[in-house]
């Protein structure tokens, strides 16, 4: 009973290291490189002056400061103004010492207002000037330039 089952342990420990054996000598499979894909280019999208829908509104004011802050304000029914949340930031260029702001109007908000520009230092900080009132443009492919002076 003992050779037989030392036999049969070392033909298992054989076919174990014939098994190993063969694993590490199989050679491994390389994955094969995507076939070549085309190059996507994007559809040019032909843009004619004049034909844009929207307009704009633009402030300019004496300054060489690019970093005043400007705000758009919206004037409620009683008076107030508010903040249009979303027509705020420093001034987009300086050209010959007069500082330009241009916000996008879209066809759906045409002539709304009474709107104002608003000048601050900084960021929630001292108001320097506030323009006249204004509507923003009537239709599209026309804008509304409002000029401030600062105090």
């Not at 843009?47 to 633009?58: K, L, M, R």
Request: charged share 15%; proline share 10%.
């Amino acid at each position: 009973m003992t050779l037989r089952k030392n036999f049969f342990s070392l033909l298992g420990l054989a076919c174990a290291a014939l098994l190993i054996g063969l694993g590490m000598s199989t050679p491994t499979a390389t994955a094969a490189p995507p076939p070549p894909r085309p190059t996507l280019t994007p559809t040019p999208i032909l843009i004619v002056p004049g034909q844009s829908v929207g307009s704009y509104i633009e402030l300019r004011v004496p300054t060489d400061n690019l970093k005043l802050w400007t705000v758009v304000q919206w004037q409620d029914p009683q008076g107030r103004w508010h903040d249009v949340e979303t027509w705020r930031g420093v001034l987009d260029e300086i050209n010959q010492h007069k500082g330009d702001k241009l916000w996008w109007v879209y066809p759906r908000d045409y002539g709304k207002g009474p709107f104002r520009w608003v000048i601050y230092d900084q960021p929630n900080g001292q108001m320097l000037a506030a323009s006249r009132s204004f509507n923003l443009p009537g239709a599209s492919n026309q804008h509304v330039i409002v000029e401030v002076t600062l105090k």
